[in-house]
């Protein structure tokens, strides 16, 4: 009974701030997540549906200061990026494949250069001198970071980095050896800890949510999809293997990150490794 009085003050706090529009997409959502047997992300999905009749609603998030989070800390410096793959992007697409067998080889910086800059790089300038990235990015506000886990990168000691895009470095986070504790946070996917590094995909929410308010926990999944498609192409033209892995627990890896999963949160996995024989068809 507890939980139901917690329910229904926390409520009426909230209703009181909505819109009456969005109020009604609300009501209309927990109809739906209870016809269907509870499923609660019907709430989310009407509430934060566009009509002729309601926009984007103001939330209190301040303009973001930044396209991309910088640490002050140790800076490894990427190599350039090759220019070139040597591989056509129709091939590349079409033999793209979730790729979860690796073998003990190790990754170099070059190849981590490529797969961060061609997943997640600044590429170009807007016209207002903001950064344009290899993701297209809902009003340009680009909320993805990416951290690697590194567990076998020659000339980079195992531990936890962010990939500062401005400047194409890497910043450590903290140095060890995670490959266990990431194969535990992705449910225990034996694949995740094999790898030679595995990329974190995360997003800052407020940088999109300043702008399109609560539409935009839909608006950061698509950014994520687009820079998750350009990590599998640039792994598939480098001829090395990954997945997409959707299944973490939470709060484990933002606390992993030292992120607090509110402000900043986690999105996808990505191990990479050098491909087995198994996986050369
Ligand atoms: C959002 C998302 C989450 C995924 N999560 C996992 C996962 O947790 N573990 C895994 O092994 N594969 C995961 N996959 C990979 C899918 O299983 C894979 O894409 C699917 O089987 C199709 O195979 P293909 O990518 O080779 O075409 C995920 C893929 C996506 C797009």
């Not at 009749?53 to 103001?58: I, K, L, N």
């Not at 990431?182 to 407020?206: D, F, K, M, P, S």
Request: glycine share 8%.
């Amino acid at each position: 009974m507890k939980h139901i009085e917690i329910a229904v003050e926390l409520f009426s706090r909230l209703a009181s701030r909505l819109s009456s529009y969005t109020m009604a997409r609300l009501l209309r959502g927990m109809e739906e997540a209870l016809r269907r047997g509870g499923d609660v992300s019907m709430i989310y999905h009407y509430a934060s549906m566009l009509s002729p009749r309601g926009v984007y609603e103001d939330l209190p998030y301040p303009e973001p200061s930044d396209y991309y989070k910088s640490y002050e800390t140790e800076k490894i410096k990427l190599p350039s990026p090759p220019e070139r793959a040597g591989v056509d992007v129709f091939e590349a697409i079409k033999s793209r494949r979730s790729r979860r067998s690796y073998t003990r080889g190790k990754l170099t910086l070059r190849e981590i250069s490529a797969i961060l800059y061609y997943s997640l790089g600044v590429t170009g300038r807007a016209w207002w001198g903001g950064p344009k990235r290899a993701y297209p990015s809902a009003g340009a506000l680009q909320p993805v970071e990416g951290y690697i886990v590194a567990n076998r990168i020659e000339g980079l000691d195992q531990g936890i980095y962010h990939y500062n895009p401005g400047e194409h470095a890497l910043e450590l986070l903290e140095l060890g050896d995670f490959s266990y504790k990431i194969q535990e946070i992705a449910l225990g996917q034996e694949h995740v800890g094999r790898a030679a590094a595995v990329l974190v995909l995360t997003a800052v929410y407020r940088r999109t949510a300043y702008k399109y308010s609560h539409r935009s926990y839909r608006y950061v999944h698509w950014d994520v999809g687009f820079a998750g498609e350009n990590v599998y192409l640039a792994v598939e033209a480098l001829g090395l293997a990954t997945t997409a892995v959707g299944a973490f627990y939470d709060e484990e890896l933002c606390s992993l990150l030292r992120i607090d999963c509110v402000e900043e949160f986690p999105m996808l996995l990505f191990p990479i490794g050098r491909r087995s024989r198994l996986e050369i068809h």
